[in-house]
T-cell receptor, first 116, second 111 residues
Framework: EPEVTQTPSHQVTQMGQEVILRCVPI?????FYWYRQILGQKVEFLVS????????KSEIFDDQFSVERPDGSNFTLKIRSTKLEDSAMYFC??????????????FGPGTRLTVL | DAKTTQPTSMDCAEGRAANLPCNHS???????VYWYRQIHSQGPQYIIH???NNETNEMASLIITEDRKSSTLILPHATLRDTAVYYC????????????FGTGTRLQVTL
């Protein structure tokens, strides 16, 4: 069964450093998402991406964040200068648009980001 | 997207049906009801969705009231592996829109 994969599974970084989180969505999917979950809190939407551009982004997704689909398979989230409060589990998801209503999102296993 | 209300937690004995309710009284005609679950700290997993008819798949059944203001997710024979947080999410049709997760219902399946 096809699945979304994410690397690395755990990333430790120093405050102020740049990190890139990588995702390989399911191959025939057209819509890509990033969510995050701070320990003990809700899953929060960050950004959605379609046709090589951002479709929607949340207030969390400020100028420190960027997304890219550098080739036909990878989807990346970059945090330019990490802060302590960026420590969270980051989930990538993808979906195929099946017309009215049907856009089940498939989630990856997540990358745990720890900022020291 | 319409807001949903779910109980904070529920218990269910293994082998019994787990019935998880969700209120979405402000749902509009073009919004679907989706259910996802999150086992421990894994990525959320899609379970089922529906618009107005009841739906069933290999994982669960979804019962939506006629006025669409509430729904119930049914796991017919809960197992220990169904212990998770279950999220009821209302999503606008025709778009690949974001999922807005609430706090969900923590289902504990016990022996």
């Amino acid at each position: 069964e096809p699945e979304v994969t994410q690397t690395p599974s755990h990333q430790v970084t120093q405050m102020g450093q740049e990190v890139i989180l990588r995702c390989v969505p399911i191959s025939n999917h057209l819509y890509f998402y990033w969510y995050r979950q701070i320990l003990g809190q809700k899953v929060e939407f960050l950004v959605s991406f379609y046709n090589n551009e951002i479709s929607e982004k949340s207030e969390i997704f400020d100028d420190q964040f960027s997304v890219e689909r550098p080739d036909g398979s990878n989807f990346t989230l970059k945090i330019r200068s990490t802060k302590l409060e960026d420590s969270a589990m980051y989930f990538c998801a993808s979906s195929e648009f099946l017309g009215q209503g049907a856009h089940e999102q498939f989630f990856g296993p997540g990358t745990r980001l720890t900022v020291l | 997207d319409a807001k949903t209300t779910q109980p904070t937690s529920m218990d269910c004995a293994e082998g019994r049906a787990a019935n998880l309710p969700c209120n979405h009284s402000t749902i509009s005609g073009n919004e679907y009801v989706y259910w996802y679950r999150q086992i421990h700290s894994q990525g959320p997993q899609y379970i089922i969705h529906g618009l107005k008819n009841n739906e069933t798949n290999e994982m669960a059944s979804l019962i939506i009231t006629e006025d669409r203001k509430s729904s119930t997710l049914i796991l017919p024979h809960a197992t220990l592996r169904d212990t998770a947080v279950y999220y009821c999410i209302v999503v606008l049709t025709g778009t690949a829109s974001k999922l807005t997760f609430g706090t969900g219902t923590r289902l504990q399946v016990t022996l």
